[in-house]
């Protein structure tokens, strides 16, 4: 009798609390659908934009590098890429006079910090000012200040510090927690540079790993320092020393030239608002970049646009709640439709990610040379990272794109697992195995160390994919399998110093990868072209049912409602009812009408 009230209740929490959860679901459902709903009909009444602007950029908050296809993405900042559009338009746009920059205090990734400065230089140049204010740059790194160095004024609030003064990194080891609480990693990694495999079995830096990690660190320091000094005119080697003696008070910084007026955010606001002509208006950058696009003709050529953000996986890509990851599926379908659609010129294939699955790398990296074969340029353009299985699909690219600080590389591979036998022994438990057939049945087994053949087997493996993926990227850049096995041994290298070792084709962020797609389509700088995703980004209800399992009978039994409700026949119904409602009349169907 005891366990059945125990099951009796326990099931009625077990209802209630799938109930809460679905409750919470749905209003978050609900919460973004009505999001979006208030963006999209904001942005269609809002008036156009005319007269002078100032546009209000905040780097403060992070940002992705590919715009997310969740529906609840109405509430992030522009994407780098969407960034990189407004303020390239921005450049020629006659109604912005100049650009306002909220910095960001602390960190962020030093390629998107490279790619905001290249395109805050841009405006400039365009005869545009850009202000900045920061309230410090408070966190040791340098990003921060490279985000925003090539402005015209870079203010600083007097209470605040610069410390602004390097890099560093800081690596978490578990292998001396594994010890001890009795567990064994067991891994395979080739070579002795894939630094990923010590961060489990090592309990600081190996010499290897101390190496690599030291040489890419210096390579964006360098970068960083030499792309400020060209943009603040001064020489390399004297801003080395000004930052690397810091930190520095306001006041200092000042004095050093590190910034150039101290004051808060509203005068510097307000200083940008006057720069730009009495009747200027702010603008967020969101607004902008939204209601920006002309029309185009659908004649002009198109450069399909396919974005691989995230861990790469076998199937489809992932979206939702944050999730970003690259389906082997979803981008190979992409690069194949891209190929067969005649109004594609050329194909950007846009990748921020540190890798993944070799199965799905290696099916993305034959759809590219499936491109190719049909006669489409394919350019990669990289952004924070295109490391590892990132590198993988950008290799057989015609032509590679990467920022100076970009972290890319790390031709190599590692596996392996995490025995656990003593750590369940010594909490009474028994992981007791067994299996039928060959040995390697229980290879990835927790509860055995390998096998001596086992181990082989899982090196052979692991040998054969190495090879593989060395092979592959030999033949995509066109080098000596010799030379790339140089390269390779799971070494990560910044954009710079690829560029330099010829794994990649130049320096540069996603403007300058479209210019090589008009380039090798044979386009002309100032021919129009139309920009298009492949696939094309969801809508809200295709979002909808990706995200909850929403049926498509469903969903498309929405849009068919909403499309209907677009016809001018029902637009003259709602009109006919809203007058009558003003005269204290209804126009609805009886309950028992058929429909």
């Known amino acids: 009798m005891k366990q059945f009230w125990l099951t009796f209740f326990g099931s009625i929490a077990g209802v209630i609390t799938g109930a809460l959860i679905c409750t919470v679901f749905v209003v978050f459902l609900i919460g973004g659908l009505i999001g979006s709903a208030i963006q999209e009909a904001g942005d269609r009444a809002a008036p156009a934009l005319r007269g002078e602007m100032v546009l209000e950029l905040d780097l403060r908050t992070p940002r992705l590098d590919q715009p997310s296809a969740s529906p609840f993405a109405f509430a992030e900042p522009l994407s780098v890429i969407e960034l990189s559009r407004a303020l390239y338009n921005a450049r020629t746009d006659t109604r912005v006079a100049a650009v306002f920059v909220r910095a960001n205090t602390q960190s962020l990734p030093a390629a998107q910090a490279e790619e905001i400065n290249a395109l805050l230089a841009a ?39 610069f410390t602004a003064v390097g890099l560093g990194v800081e690596t978490l080891f578990l292998g001396g927690m594994f010890e001890q609480f009795g567990i064994e990693p067991q891994m395979i990694q080739l070579h002795e540079y894939k630094n990923a495999a010590d961060t489990l079995t090592q309990s600081s830096y190996t010499e290897a790993h101390r190496e690599a990690t030291l040489s890419w660190l210096n390579s964006v320091h360098d970068s960083a320092l030499s792309i400020i000094a060209r943009a603040r005119d001064m020489e390399t080697d004297a801003l080395r020393a000004r930052i690397e003696a810091g930190p520095y008070s306001a006041e200092q910084a000042l004095d050093l030239g590190l910034v150039d007026r101290l004051g808060h955010v509203a005068e510097a606001r307000q ?104 006669g489409t340029p394919v350019i990669a353009s990289m952004g924070a990272r295109a490391a590892s299985g990132g590198y993988y699909i950008a290799a057989p690219a015609d032509r590679i794109v990467a920022n100076a600080t970009s972290i890319t590389g790390s031709i190599g591979m590692f596996g392996g697992k995490l025995v656990a036998q003593e750590a369940l022994g010594r909490l009474g438990l028994n ?5 039928v057939g060959g040995e390697y049945a229980m290879a990835q087994s927790p509860s055995q160390p390998w096998s001596e053949t086992q181990a082989a087997d899982f090196r052979a493996l692991a040998e054969d994919v ?33 560029l330099d070792l010829g794994l990649i084709d130049s320096v540069g962020g996603f403007e300058t990868a479209l210019a090589s797609a008009r380039e090798l389509a044979g386009l002309s700088d100032n021919q129009t072209i139309r920009l298009r995703r492949f696939p094309a980004r969801p809508d809200g209800v295709e979002a909808l049912q990706a995200l909850f399992g929403v049926s498509l009978e469903g969903a498309q039994g929405a849009a068919a409602f909403n499309q209907l409700m677009q016809t001018p026949e029902a637009q003259a119904l709602l009109r006919a009812q809203s007058r009558l409602q003003a005269q204290e009349a209804t126009l609805m169907a009886p309950a028992d009408s058929p429909r």
């Open 431 to 435: 992981l007791d195995p067994l299996h």
């Open 123 to 161: 405006v400039s140049e365009a005869g545009k000012p850009v202000i900045v204010h920061a309230q410090g740059f408070e966190a040791g790194s340098i990003l921060p200040y490279l985000a925003v160095g090539a402005a015209d004024e870079i203010w600083l609030q007097d209470t605040a510090s």
């Open 271 to 374: 200083t940008a608002l006057d720069r730009a002509g009495p009747n200027a208006r702010l603008i967020e950058i969101a607004s902008y970049h939204r209601q920006m696009t002309p029309p185009v003709s659908a004649q002009a050529p198109v450069i399909a646009l396919i974005e691989a953000q995230g861990e790469i996986v076998t199937g489809a890509s992932q979206t939702g709640f944050g999730a970003t990851g690259i389906g082997g599926d979803t981008i190979a379908d992409a690069l194949d439709a891209a190929a067969r659609d005649r109004a594609v010129a050329a194909i950007i294939l846009r990748i921020d990610s540190p890798g993944g699955s070799a199965i799905a790398s290696d099916q993305i990296w034959d759809a590219v040379m499936r491109a190719r074969q049909a």
């Open 466 to 498: 190495y090879s593989d993926f060395t092979r592959k990227v030999a033949q995509g850049r066109d080098l000596p399998l010799a030379r790339i096995q140089t390269l390779a041994r799971g070494r990560v290298w910044t954009g710079q110093q690829a």
